[in-house]
């Protein structure tokens, strides 16, 4: 399994990015999708994920109503909208994938670094 993001740069209080994480190795269909970030000197963070076969969306607290994850099964991809930007969201960015029933994140890509900067 393999899980690439992109995406990551320095942004503007304010602004907006889009994180990519593309998968290979894996029936995607099968694999519910997750972002986690962790900020210097903080512990990692949950932060949005994407059901496999239903889609159901589920967003941490503090990104609700900023944030949007998508999907696109036939590109292997799944996506991070990131609207309304504060320094708060400065962190390393991870995708991460779970089997379909499995009750942990099996794989995790290599992070992409997001700052915001005012």
């Known amino acids: 399994v393999q899980l690439v993001e992109s995406g990551g740069g320095l942004v503007q209080v304010g602004g907006s990015l889009r994180l990519s994480c593309a998968a290979s190795g894996i029936a995607f269909d099968d694999y519910a999708i997750g972002w986690f970030r962790q900020a210097p000197g903080k512990e990692r963070e949950g932060i949005a994920c994407?059901?496999?076969?239903?889609?159901?969306?589920y967003y941490g607290d503090s990104v609700k109503g900023r944030f949007t994850i998508s999907r696109d099964n036939a590109k292997n991809t799944v996506y991070l909208q990131m609207n309304s930007l504060t320094a708060e969201d400065t962190a390393v960015y991870y995708c991460v994938a779970r089997f379909r029933g499995s009750g942990h994140w099996d794989s995790w890509g290599q992070g992409t670094q997001v700052t915001v900067s005012s």
């Open positions: 994407i059901g496999s076969s239903d889609g159901v969306k």
